[in-house]
Nanobody
Framework: QVQLVESGGGLVQAGGSLRLSCTAS????????MGWFRQAPGKEREFVAA????????YYARSVKGRFTISSGNAKDTVYLQMNSLKPEDTAVYYC???????????????????WGKGALVTVSS
């Protein structure tokens, strides 16, 4: 079994920054990518950002492009999400995501997720 563990959530004022981390543990797995999704209260889960291990390409939702940066560790089992210029509408539970080798990107979004973290709450106050 693969576990994804997030850390780094919290409360921040609008305009501030936070950094989320996610590390995979458990059995050895080979994912195509890892990334982040978020779910705000009363809304569906949405894609935020991801990095493909094939070539290192990064993908971002339009709403966070230019403010958020996804990066990874050397072992391809850790991803980070640096969030700058945070807005109240960024308030959500942020979930780390990974696939089992069959993930893919279509129209700039990450599909084929098999594993999810438990989530990290990010609250941005106005």
């Amino acid at each position: 079994q693969v576990q994804l563990v997030e850390s780094g959530g919290g409360l921040v004022q609008a305009g501030g920054s936070l950094r989320l981390s996610c590390t995979a543990s458990g059995r050895t797995f080979s994912s195509y990518a890892m990334g982040w999704f978020r779910q705000a209260p009363g809304k569906e889960r949405e894609f935020v950002a991801a990095v493909s291990w094939k070539g290192g390409s990064t993908y971002y939702a339009r709403s966070v492009k230019g403010r958020f940066t996804i990066s990874s560790g050397n072992a391809k089992d850790t991803v980070y999400l640096q969030m700058n210029s945070l807005k109240p509408e960024d308030t959500a539970v942020y979930y780390c995501a990974a696939d089992d080798g069959l993930g893919y990107f279509s129209l700039g979004q990450y599909y084929g997720v098999n594993y999810w973290g438990k989530g990290a709450l990010v609250t941005v106050s106005s």
